[in-house]
Protein backbone atom coordinates (compact mmCIF):
# COMPACT_ATOMS: atom_id res chain seq x y z
CA UNK A 1 0.00 0.00 0.00
CA UNK A 2 1.24 3.45 -0.55
CA UNK A 3 2.08 5.42 2.20
CA UNK A 4 0.70 8.61 2.74
CA UNK A 5 3.53 10.63 4.15
CA UNK A 6 3.77 14.19 6.67
CA UNK A 7 4.02 16.09 3.42
CA UNK A 8 0.83 14.55 1.69
CA UNK A 9 -0.97 14.44 4.59
CA UNK A 10 -3.55 16.75 6.51
CA UNK A 11 -0.71 18.85 7.95
CA UNK A 12 -2.20 19.88 11.28
CA UNK A 13 -0.06 22.93 12.79
CA UNK A 14 -0.91 21.50 16.38
CA UNK A 15 -3.13 18.57 17.60
CA UNK A 16 -6.11 19.30 19.42
CA UNK A 17 -5.60 18.12 22.81
CA UNK A 18 -9.09 19.63 24.96
CA UNK A 19 -12.67 18.15 23.96
CA UNK A 20 -13.33 21.68 22.61
CA UNK A 21 -10.53 22.06 20.57
CA UNK A 22 -11.46 18.44 19.16
CA UNK A 23 -15.20 19.56 18.75
CA UNK A 24 -13.87 22.55 16.73
CA UNK A 25 -11.63 20.75 14.41
CA UNK A 26 -14.77 18.14 13.76
CA UNK A 27 -16.43 21.16 13.38
CA UNK A 28 -14.49 22.79 10.53
CA UNK A 29 -14.45 19.26 8.62
CA UNK A 30 -18.04 18.71 8.84
CA UNK A 31 -18.41 22.35 7.26
CA UNK A 32 -16.03 21.53 4.63
CA UNK A 33 -17.88 18.32 3.82
CA UNK A 34 -21.43 20.22 3.59
CA UNK A 35 -19.76 23.34 1.30
CA UNK A 36 -18.05 20.66 -0.89
CA UNK A 37 -21.53 18.71 -1.11
CA UNK A 38 -23.53 21.34 -1.51
CA UNK A 39 -21.24 23.94 -3.45
CA UNK A 40 -18.24 21.88 -5.16
CA UNK A 41 -14.40 22.29 -4.62
CA UNK A 42 -14.34 25.88 -5.85
CA UNK A 43 -16.83 27.27 -3.15
CA UNK A 44 -14.41 25.74 -0.60
CA UNK A 45 -12.74 28.48 1.06
CA UNK A 46 -11.49 29.52 4.64
CA UNK A 47 -13.63 32.02 5.22
CA UNK A 48 -16.78 29.98 4.22
CA UNK A 49 -15.74 27.21 5.91
CA UNK A 50 -15.65 29.37 9.10
CA UNK A 51 -19.07 30.97 8.29
CA UNK A 52 -20.52 27.26 7.97
CA UNK A 53 -18.98 26.22 10.77
CA UNK A 54 -19.95 29.67 12.77
CA UNK A 55 -16.22 29.67 14.05
CA UNK A 56 -13.73 32.73 13.98
CA UNK A 57 -11.61 32.27 11.00
CA UNK A 58 -8.60 32.53 12.68
CA UNK A 59 -9.44 29.62 14.54
CA UNK A 60 -9.30 27.46 12.03
CA UNK A 61 -5.68 28.85 11.45
CA UNK A 62 -4.43 27.33 14.73
CA UNK A 63 -5.04 24.03 13.58
CA UNK A 64 -5.09 23.85 9.27
CA UNK A 65 -2.76 26.44 7.81
CA UNK A 66 -4.57 26.52 4.40
CA UNK A 67 -7.15 25.26 2.51
CA UNK A 68 -5.47 22.60 0.95
CA UNK A 69 -4.62 21.23 4.32
CA UNK A 70 -8.25 21.34 5.60
CA UNK A 71 -8.75 18.84 1.95
CA UNK A 72 -6.00 16.52 3.03
CA UNK A 73 -7.57 16.27 6.24
CA UNK A 74 -10.75 15.43 4.43
CA UNK A 75 -9.55 13.32 2.34
CA UNK A 76 -7.99 11.30 5.09
CA UNK A 77 -11.57 10.49 6.88
CA UNK A 78 -12.84 9.51 4.05
CA UNK A 79 -9.86 7.11 3.05
CA UNK A 80 -10.42 5.93 6.73
CA UNK A 81 -14.20 5.19 6.05
CA UNK A 82 -13.11 3.27 2.73
CA UNK A 83 -10.49 1.39 4.72
CA UNK A 84 -13.00 0.55 7.53
CA UNK A 85 -15.15 -0.73 4.69
CA UNK A 86 -12.43 -2.76 3.23
CA UNK A 87 -11.44 -4.55 6.34
CA UNK A 88 -14.57 -5.69 7.00
CA UNK A 89 -14.87 -7.32 3.59
CA UNK A 90 -11.42 -9.03 4.39
CA UNK A 91 -12.70 -10.27 7.48
CA UNK A 92 -16.17 -12.20 5.30
CA UNK A 93 -13.16 -13.53 2.80
CA UNK A 94 -11.70 -15.01 5.96
CA UNK A 95 -15.17 -16.24 7.32
CA UNK A 96 -16.33 -17.95 3.58
CA UNK A 97 -19.00 -15.54 3.79
CA UNK A 98 -17.82 -13.39 0.42
CA UNK A 99 -19.37 -15.60 -2.22
CA UNK A 100 -19.85 -12.68 -4.72
CA UNK A 101 -16.54 -10.90 -4.34
CA UNK A 102 -17.44 -8.06 -7.05
CA UNK A 103 -20.73 -7.53 -6.72
CA UNK A 104 -19.97 -7.52 -2.99
CA UNK A 105 -17.05 -4.82 -3.18
CA UNK A 106 -18.60 -2.73 -5.82
CA UNK A 107 -22.01 -2.37 -3.74
CA UNK A 108 -20.08 -1.64 -0.50
CA UNK A 109 -17.85 1.07 -2.36
CA UNK A 110 -21.43 2.32 -4.21
CA UNK A 111 -23.26 2.64 -0.82
CA UNK A 112 -19.98 5.32 0.67
CA UNK A 113 -19.81 7.25 -2.24
CA UNK A 114 -23.74 7.69 -1.74
CA UNK A 115 -23.34 8.79 2.19
CA UNK A 116 -20.60 10.91 1.29
CA UNK A 117 -21.03 12.90 -1.93
CA UNK A 118 -18.51 15.65 -0.52
CA UNK A 119 -15.85 12.68 -1.29
CA UNK A 120 -17.44 12.45 -4.77
CA UNK A 121 -16.99 16.11 -5.06
CA UNK A 122 -13.40 15.67 -4.26
CA UNK A 123 -13.00 12.56 -6.06
CA UNK A 124 -14.73 14.34 -9.07
CA UNK A 125 -12.22 17.29 -8.96
CA UNK A 126 -8.96 15.82 -8.35
CA UNK A 127 -6.96 16.85 -10.80
CA UNK A 128 -7.39 19.97 -9.39
CA UNK A 129 -4.84 20.58 -6.58
CA UNK A 130 -1.98 18.14 -5.37
CA UNK A 131 -3.59 17.51 -2.19
CA UNK A 132 -6.60 16.19 -3.81
CA UNK A 133 -4.67 13.82 -6.47
CA UNK A 134 -2.62 12.57 -3.25
CA UNK A 135 -5.97 11.95 -1.42
CA UNK A 136 -6.85 9.64 -4.88
CA UNK A 137 -3.60 7.65 -5.00
CA UNK A 138 -4.16 7.06 -0.92
CA UNK A 139 -7.51 5.54 -1.44
CA UNK A 140 -6.84 3.98 -4.30
CA UNK A 141 -3.60 2.18 -2.85
CA UNK A 142 -5.99 1.34 0.01
CA UNK A 143 -8.63 -0.34 -2.20
CA UNK A 144 -5.60 -2.12 -4.01
CA UNK A 145 -4.44 -3.59 -0.99
CA UNK A 146 -7.91 -4.73 0.46
CA UNK A 147 -8.75 -6.38 -2.50
CA UNK A 148 -5.06 -8.26 -2.60
CA UNK A 149 -5.81 -9.36 0.83
CA UNK A 150 -9.49 -10.89 -0.09
CA UNK A 151 -7.81 -12.49 -2.80
CA UNK A 152 -5.43 -14.41 -0.90
CA UNK A 153 -7.83 -15.29 1.85
CA UNK A 154 -10.53 -16.63 -1.06
CA UNK A 155 -7.29 -18.57 -2.77
CA UNK A 156 -5.48 -19.35 -0.53
CA UNK A 157 -2.57 -18.32 -2.24
CA UNK A 158 -0.05 -15.61 -1.50
CA UNK A 159 -0.46 -12.46 -3.50
CA UNK A 160 2.70 -11.87 -5.76
CA UNK A 161 3.17 -9.73 -8.70
CA UNK A 162 0.24 -11.60 -10.58
CA UNK A 163 -2.26 -10.12 -7.92
CA UNK A 164 -0.56 -7.02 -7.06
CA UNK A 165 -0.65 -6.66 -10.78
CA UNK A 166 -4.28 -7.22 -10.80
CA UNK A 167 -5.33 -5.41 -8.05
CA UNK A 168 -3.90 -2.32 -9.52
CA UNK A 169 -5.83 -2.89 -12.53
CA UNK A 170 -9.51 -3.40 -11.22
CA UNK A 171 -9.04 -0.77 -9.15
CA UNK A 172 -7.87 1.89 -11.78
CA UNK A 173 -10.42 0.52 -14.31
CA UNK A 174 -13.53 0.79 -11.74
CA UNK A 175 -12.44 3.87 -10.58
CA UNK A 176 -12.72 4.63 -14.50
CA UNK A 177 -16.22 3.62 -14.68
CA UNK A 178 -17.41 4.90 -11.26
CA UNK A 179 -16.36 8.19 -12.45
CA UNK A 180 -19.06 8.27 -14.95
CA UNK A 181 -21.61 5.73 -12.92
CA UNK A 182 -21.80 8.92 -10.15
CA UNK A 183 -22.37 12.10 -11.22
CA UNK A 184 -22.21 15.65 -9.35
CA UNK A 185 -25.45 14.91 -7.78
CA UNK A 186 -24.30 11.59 -6.80
CA UNK A 187 -26.63 9.92 -8.09
CA UNK A 188 -25.51 6.59 -9.81
CA UNK A 189 -26.30 4.87 -13.07
CA UNK A 190 -27.58 1.29 -12.32
CA UNK A 191 -26.70 -0.27 -15.51
CA UNK A 192 -23.71 1.16 -15.54
CA UNK A 193 -23.07 -0.70 -12.30
CA UNK A 194 -24.32 -3.99 -13.79
CA UNK A 195 -22.34 -3.85 -16.62
CA UNK A 196 -19.27 -2.90 -14.32
CA UNK A 197 -20.02 -6.34 -12.45
CA UNK A 198 -20.53 -8.04 -15.54
CA UNK A 199 -16.74 -7.16 -16.94
CA UNK A 200 -15.02 -7.45 -13.24
CA UNK A 201 -16.49 -10.93 -12.35
CA UNK A 202 -15.11 -12.38 -15.64
CA UNK A 203 -12.07 -11.24 -14.85
CA UNK A 204 -11.88 -12.47 -11.04
CA UNK A 205 -12.86 -15.64 -12.30
CA UNK A 206 -10.34 -16.25 -15.12
CA UNK A 207 -8.00 -14.50 -12.66
CA UNK A 208 -8.88 -17.24 -10.08
CA UNK A 209 -8.79 -19.94 -12.03
CA UNK A 210 -4.94 -19.26 -12.54
CA UNK A 211 -4.69 -18.58 -9.38
CA UNK A 212 -5.54 -21.61 -7.89
CA UNK A 213 -4.44 -23.90 -10.46
CA UNK A 214 -1.35 -22.26 -11.43
CA UNK A 215 2.39 -22.76 -9.19
CA UNK A 216 2.77 -20.94 -5.77
CA UNK A 217 4.73 -17.70 -6.17
Known amino acids: M ?3 TEASGPRLRRQPQQARSRARVEAVLTAADRILTRDGYEALTMRRIADEACVPVGSIYQFYP ?3 SVVAALGERYISSFEAAIGG ?5 DRGELTDM ?3 VIDVYADLFRAQPGFVTLWSGRHLSPELARADEANNAAIADGLRRIMESLTGRAGGELVERATRIMV ?3 DTVLHDVFRADGEADPELLTELKRMMRLYWADLRAELETGPQE
Open 2 to 4: TEV
Open 66 to 68: DKG
Open 89 to 93: LVAQA
Open 102 to 104: VGT
Open 172 to 174: RVA
